[in-house]
């Protein structure tokens, strides 16, 4: 299994002293003067294109160069790095030489902004990993090995045709029976690829009984370690067979210890987890009837590509459960939604979405957007208190076709952004009116009674203490509220309103989402 992260071009620098554990002897690493991968690099910028993590860096900022004062970026003795991975609790050795500490420096100081990302995704991916290591009783460190493996990113795909968060070849996946054919790669479905990475380690350490030769088989395959141990006399110390492994494992099990390190004292570090344009709780629903994840989104009112990295397996956004059925997350409140509205779901579009010409189209691929015919565009100005469902209803356009005219991701707009909506040609001075409108007559233009829908959001004095303020609507989700706030997630509002349940909002009901000011 190839190694996506750690390619020994990791290890940094220069040629190292260090004493083996175990050993009274010192040896010389002839450690290349190396930069990091330029492959890692392009698994980072994959890891960057996912929907969630573009949606959290459109708001929290570009990655930039890292700031090395170390005010910002602390150094610390070996003897702290030693003390720390000595607390850590966990079957694994965590022992700590100066091959490791280039890894940590790698992860704290080197890709501090990388890290950021994947520690903002370990929210949604490790609760999938530590709930199937612990069926399987096997070490929740090993949580760690997909950041070395994939840096969290389900779409990864390596120089040798490893793909996947956890990174299987193709002959060892299809051994542990994930499937793998023109439409679906249960390689990139999180869930389905731990269960097979558990098995397989859980194998492994049948053999080795010791988890750093374990670590390094999952990287090399058992024979390449076999090899290793007899060319070491038969020893089974991974340091001791070091110099027999293949050159990309070495810094396999010092890049893992240093990952498990990095992710547990991270803020130690002054990292900061960059928030995701994610939803915390999802639930999964089963597909017996093929379907297009277009239909899903289109019919629940869901950004495509939010599905489409909610079910990476599905290549070319085709669910295609004829024989088999097949699973599909979603958003926890959506799954409701979906299991009420399955037959306009199936029935949406199908002869369309379906059609042989859709298999062979490239998820993402651009689409030119024309005008519609017989209309016109106008513009609107959005105000305080708007959101995409309100000018959805003013202008009498659906909300998907708002969306698509003005390039807009989910629910997320701005107060002074400006929108184009096309509207019959014939009305487009009634419609051109609206940006002028006051929100109660705009409502009462819809037949609603201002009174009944104020504005959602209200600020208090400013005052140190106080808060800006939401007020939930009937069909709000706690995340579609979060997506309507730059750089506020649905655990933040959690978190504030001291919550602990994420479907018991209902309309009426006061959050808190942000200090005011």
């Known amino acids: 299994m190839k190694n996506l992260f750690v390619i020994t071009a990791v290890l940094i620098l220069s040629v190292t002293s260090y004493s083996r554990p175990g050993s009274t002897s010192t040896t010389r690493l002839n450690i290349p003067s190396d930069t990091i991968d330029t492959h890692f690099e392009r698994n980072l910028d994959s890891l960057l294109n996912l929907w969630y993590v573009k949606n959290a860096l459109m708001y929290g900022g570009e990655l930039g160069e890292p700031d090395f004062t170390d005010s910002v970026i602390p150094d610390f003795p070996d003897s702290v790095y030693m003390k720390r991975l000595g607390n850590i609790i966990s079957d694994i050795d965590m022992s700590y030489n100066p091959i490791i500490k280039n890894f940590i420096n790698v992860y704290t100081r080197n890709r501090r902004n990388q890290v950021e990302v994947m520690l903002g995704l370990t929210d949604y991916y490790f609760p999938i990993f530590e709930e199937v290591l612990n069926y399987y009783d096997l070490p929740l460190e090993l949580r760690y090995l997909p950041v070395v493996e994939s840096a969290l990113n389900p779409r990864a795909v390596s120089r040798a045709g490893a793909t996947g968060i956890w990174q299987f070849m193709f002959p060892t996946a299809r051994m542990y029976n994930l499937t793998i054919n023109s439409l679906v790669d249960e390689r990139r479905d999180p869930l389905a690829s731990t269960h097979a990475a558990a098995r397989y380690l859980k194998d492994l350490y049948g053999i080795y009984n010791d988890w750093t030769l374990v670590l390094a088989a999952y990287n090399c395959g058992p024979g390449n370690v076999n090899r290793a141990i007899r060319r070491a006399g038969g020893s089974r110390n991974y340091w001791e067979i070091y110099y027999h492994l293949p050159r990309e494992t070495r810094g396999y099990v010092p890049a893992f210890i ?24 999802t639930d999964t629903i089963s597909i017996n009837r093929e379907v297009h994840l277009m239909q899903v989104a289109q019919v629940l009112d869901l950004p495509i590509e939010m599905l489409r990295d909610m079910n990476p397996q599905y290549r070319r956004d085709i669910i295609p459960a004829r024989e088999h059925t097949y699973a599909l997350r979603l958003p926890v409140t959506y799954a409701s ?181």
């Open 337 to 517: 939604k979906f299991i009420d509205h399955q037959d306009s779901i199936f029935a949406f579009k199908a002869d369309h979405f379906l059609s042989r010409e859709n298999l062979t189209v490239t998820p993402g691929t651009a689409r030119t957007i024309s005008v519609p015919p017989g209309r016109t565009a106008v513009n609107y100005t959005v105000k305080q208190g708007d959101n995409l469902g309100f000018i959805s209803e003013w202008f009498n356009v659906g909300l998907s076709d708002l969306r698509n005219w003005n390039n807009i991701r989910g629910n997320i707009i701005r107060t002074g952004q400006r929108l184009v909506v096309y509207v019959p040609s014939g009305q487009s001075d009634y419609y051109s009116e609206i940006d002028k409108l006051s929100f109660a007559v705009k409502q009462s233009r819809r037949g609603r009674a201002p009174s009944l829908n104020p504005p959602p959001v209200t600020t208090v004095s400013g005052e140190p203490g106080d808060y800006l303020y939401y007020t939930v609507r009937q069909g709000d989700t706690l995340w579609d509220i979060a997506r309507q706030f730059p750089g506020i997630s649905d655990r933040d509002i959690l978190r504030l309103n001291q919550l602990n349940n994420a479907s018991r909002i209902f309309p009426g009901q006061r959050l808190k989402i942000k200090p005011a000011g």
């Open 258 to 281: 240093a990952a498990t390190y990095a992710m547990t004292y991270y803020r130690e570090h002054n990292l900061v987890p960059v928030a995701k344009e994610f939803p915390i709780f």
